[in-house]
């Protein structure tokens, strides 16, 4: 672990270095050893439910309460549960800090003093249809015994509860949830913390939100203020569309149009960014053609002319610069919440205007009637026109530098950052704008490597999660995620996969924060409040390793990403119920004790890819040499990618052996 002497010499590096210690030697990173880099994140957690507004604030210690108004080193107003009135003085040398079933928002805290003898272990959960917060607490002292009280609390207090009381309201949370994601996708994979942080995750995120009004957090970030920052309902909406939760993706996608957006096609937010505009767009598409729901986007279509119109306006005012001018054509806006003042032609403003162009194109050619169909043509024709000036702009703009090619933010910028945490605006470039740019897959591949590698060797990673000044800001890893997977960059996913799950989310409880500390010792705590779409990085990642389509090609891929060691002797996954833009999937994998890999794939049910890829990343240096399909020998192999490729896939079910 780094103390924060090692820290500061961390801080000063190019280089991630953590990251080049994980990854040194070829192995895939792991949780374990992303883990051991860094002291132990400790900080609050938090108990709610789907449908009411009122949190209860879980301390490291146990203690629960209403949280203060400000964030800072006093971090409860008041206690409703202080386990240390019912305790005689104790410190404890031991914690565990879990959820209820490895996942439910449901705390189960363990403590052992061992000097004095004493163990005691508390559990606590919000009904999830009623704000009741209970709480049980066992204690264990040598020489003494056992005791255990279980409470109700509420304005009056703490009511104890029977026995029969508490364990019937925890079956009925465990009955919801278990309801509640009755048809999620479902993970089985060798390292059970990956589901349980996926299933925790999502299920943290939507007890954030009061019903489908969208929440960016807790604590600050619960402020009336920031509950239409866009990105709580976007991250919100993709992560429910990956996992198959169809029904709350349009929930919340039908509350933000109906609430958030103004007659004029824009965000009622004091900085929406450009970017922010496209991809609600995206949103809207990728939920109407994986759902298939029709209706529903034929039904939004004034809502989302609205969006298109204002992203037209912005670009029909971009239009009047010169043709040879590096801003022709483009969108100026903002860039992000926090620098909205700071207005200009953000190349991810433009970029993800085209994709969300492109993207309700696509969805109104697919789902659409005759009109829609028409006006597909017609967004078709405007977001290629914008492709061109975009990528024209960037040609124009782009910095030889002698560590190769430096792509700036905005046209017109021909300063290369020293480092990623440099100034202000480097911070944000590091920690939003060039990940926006990643994600919309607008760039040439050079540009995209470009950005990837500057990243990394100026000071903008650790562990591969991001930089932002003295600690890591990581709620937009995924877009960056998605950067490095359209690449294939595995092992950089998946050490910003295990590195945000380890260094940025709290152990056992999985509860992400806006910002946390690089420093600290023994442990580090959080810089800013918990955000929803730090949370929704994991699920988001896992269903992406796992499977994932590219936007621009009839392709669709297995196992992309997943780490070597679960094709591990004798090690077995699943993933069922998977949705697509062509269907539903679901793929089983066993390794074999010969050492084959036996696969059965049960394709989408609706139209097929153009090609289907199955990446087997085995452990070992022994390539794949031979696959059959359905009992018959398959030949377009790729051993060097560990890829198997089979274009238009016929039968509705594919057994694959590959050795």
Not at 114 to 134: C, D, H, M, S
Not at 427 to 434: F, G, K, L, P
Not at 615 to 620: A, I, Y
Request: glycine share 8%; aromatic share 10%; net charge negative.
């Amino acid at each position: 672990m780094a103390a924060d002497s090692s820290a500061d010499s961390l801080l000063a590096s190019q280089a991630d270095v953590l990251g080049e210690q994980v990854l040194q030697g070829g192995a895939d990173p792991s949780y374990e050893a992303c883990a051991q880099r860094l002291p132990e994140l400790l900080a609050y957690t938090f108990l709610a439910n789907e449908g009411s507004s009122e949190v209860i604030y879980v301390e490291p210690d146990g203690r629960l309460g209403v949280l203060a108004g400000e964030f800072g080193p006093v971090r409860l107003d008041h206690a409703l549960f202080d386990p240390a009135k019912l305790l005689p003085p104790a410190e404890p040398n031991r914690a565990v800090r879990r959820l209820i079933a490895g996942w439910l928002p449901a705390i189960d805290f363990a403590f052992t003093d061992g000097k004095n003898g004493i163990a005691w272990q508390q559990t606590a959960f919000v009904a999830p249809t009623r704000p009741e917060l209970y709480v049980a607490f066992k204690s264990v002292r040598a020489g003494v015994g056992e005791a255990t009280v279980r409470f109700r609390i509420g304005a009056e207090g703490l009511t104890p509860v029977a026995a029969e009381w508490f364990d019937a309201r925890q079956r009925e949370l465990e009955v919801h949830w278990g309801t509640a994601f009755a048809d999620a996708t479902r993970i089985e994979v060798p390292e059970g913390k990956v589901p349980k942080a996926c299933y925790a995750s999502l299920a943290r995120a939507l007890v954030t939100h009061d019903g489908p009004k969208p929440r960016y957090g807790v604590g600050i970030y619960r402020n009336p203020k920031d509950d239409h920052f866009p990105p709580a309902t976007l991250s919100t909406v993709n992560a429910c569309v990956e996992w198959n939760l169809f029904a709350r993706a349009r929930a919340h996608l039908d509350y933000y149009l109906d609430h958030a957006l103004r007659p004029d096609g824009t965000f009622d937010y004091y900085g929406p960014a450009v970017s922010e505009y496209g991809q609600l767009l995206d949103a809207m598409a990728r939920y109407a053609r994986r759902s298939r729901d029709g209706a529903w986007l034929c039904g939004r279509v004034p809502e989302a002319e609205r969006i298109v119109a204002h992203l037209l306006a912005l670009r029909c005012q971009g239009l009047k610069w010169p043709r040879d001018d590096p801003r022709h054509g483009l969108l100026f806006g903002s860039g992000e919440a926090d620098t909205h003042e700071e207005t200009d032609f953000y190349y991810a403003g433009s970029a993800w205007a085209w994709r969300g162009l492109l993207e309700l194109a696509r969805a109104w050619t697919e789902l659409g009637d005759d009109a829609m169909r028409a006006r597909a043509a017609e967004l078709r024709s405007e977001a290629k026109a914008l492709r061109a000036d975009l990528d024209a702009s960037i040609a124009k703009s782009v910095v030889p530098t002698p560590g190769g090619p430096f792509v700036p933010p905005v046209p017109c910028f021909d300063k290369p950052f020293p480092t990623m945490t440099a100034d202000r605006f480097a911070s944000y470039t590091n920690y939003r704008y060039w990940p926006e740019m990643l994600s919309s897959l607008v760039l040439r591949p050079e540009w995209h490597d470009a950005i990837l590698a500057y990243r990394a060797a100026h000071g903008g990673e650790l562990l591969g999660t991001t930089r932002f000044l003295d600690r890591l800001d990581d709620w937009p890893f995924a877009a960056c995620a998605q950067g490095l997977l359209a690449r294939d960059r595995i092992a950089r996913y998946l050490l910003g996969f295990y590195g945000h799950l380890a260094a940025h989310c709290t152990q056992g409880t999985y509860t992400a924060y806006e910002q946390v500390a690089i420093r600290g010792t023994p442990t580090r705590t959080c810089v800013a409040d918990y955000c929803v779409p730090a949370q929704l990085v994991t699920p988001l990642m896992a269903r992406w390793m796992l499977v994932d389509e590219e936007p621009d090609a009839e392709v669709l891929w297995l196992g992309r990403a997943m780490p070597r060691r679960w094709l591990g002797a004798g090690q077995h996954l699943s993933v069922r119920r998977a949705p697509t833009r062509w269907g539903l999937i679901e793929f089983t994998l066993e390794t074999r004790g010969d050492g084959s890999i036996a696969a059965r794939v049960v394709l989408p049910d609706r139209g097929l890819p153009a090609e289907l890829r199955l990446r087997l990343r085995r452990p070992g240096p022994a390539p794949l040499s031979a696959v059959t399909v359905n009992g018959q020998p398959h030949a377009l192999l790729d051993p060097q990618g560990e890829t198997i490729r089979i274009p238009r896939p016929e039968a509705p079910a594919l057994d694959i052996v590959a050795r």
